[in-house]
């Protein structure tokens, strides 16, 4: 298994849009959202958003076997899409330690 997190600016004025995609894929796109984490085989995907001053950051990370996204899929072009449209890259993240209980 894989884990990896990035830390992302939240570009000026894209905060609606980033907030927006995400209230998407955790809702109306749910289902689709999570047939594509089952293709990528991962098990965990999330952002948190947070703010810093007067800048927004965002933290994404994803667990699993982390293959590419089918970019034959709507959903990840988009997703694509708007991650570059709203996100800046601005470091690779380190897990200092991460529970979880199965079963």
């Known amino acids: 298994m894989k884990a990896q997190a990035i830390i992302y600016r939240i570009k000026p004025r894209k905060l609606k849009t980033w907030r927006a995609w995400c209230h998407a894929l955790d809702t109306r796109l749910r289902a689709n959202a ?55 890259p601005i470091s690779r993240a380190e897990y200092g330690y991460f529970l979880q209980l199965r079963g």
């Open 34 to 88: 999570l047939h594509t984490l089952k293709e990528e085989k991962s098990t965990i995907e999330f952002f948190i958003n947070f703010k810093i001053g007067q800048n927004w950051y965002a933290l994404g990370s994803q667990i699993g076997m982390l293959k590419p996204s089918n970019v034959k899929r709507e959903i990840n072009r988009k997703h694509r899409k708007i991650r570059l449209e709203c996100l800046e």
